[in-house]
């Protein structure tokens, strides 16, 4: 079982930066997409930035340009760097691994693990 550990987060005035870093456990994380959701109060979870296995990224319109997201496979760590930030950015950021297992055990073939969340808030 993989296990996800967010942190990084805080208070920051608009137009700051922060970067999250969001940890993994086990030895699945070269071969996991990793993503970056969000939710602010009263909101569905969002989408907000994937890396693949490859190191090719997207990003929800709503942050493109802002914030890049990047891995470091020798250290099991993906982060997410956020720029320019706005009062809209702030919300809990959540970190999701989705991985392969083996069919016999999962008939999917797919696993998936969630991260209990940092909060960013941007405020002056």
């Known amino acids: 079982q993989v296990r996800l550990v967010e942190s990084g987060g805080g208070l920051v005035q608009p137009g700051g930066s922060l970067r999250l870093s969001c940890a993994a456990s086990?030895?699945?994380?070269?071969?996991?997409?990793m993503t970056w959701y969000r939710q602010a109060p009263g909101n569905q979870r969002e989408w907000v930035a994937v890396?693949?296995?490859?190191?090719?990224?997207n990003y929800a319109d709503s942050v493109k340009g802002r914030f890049t997201a990047s891995r470091d496979n020798a250290k099991n760590t993906v982060y997410l760097q956020m720029n320019s930030l706005k009062p809209e950015d702030t919300a809990v950021y959540y970190c999701h691994a989705d991985y392969p297992v083996d069919p016999w055990v999962v008939p999917s073939g797919r696993e998936e693990t969630w991260g209990q969340g940092t909060q960013v808030t941007v405020s002056s």
């Open positions: 890396i693949t296995t490859d190191g090719s990224t």
């Open positions: 086990g030895s699945i994380f070269s071969i996991a997409v």
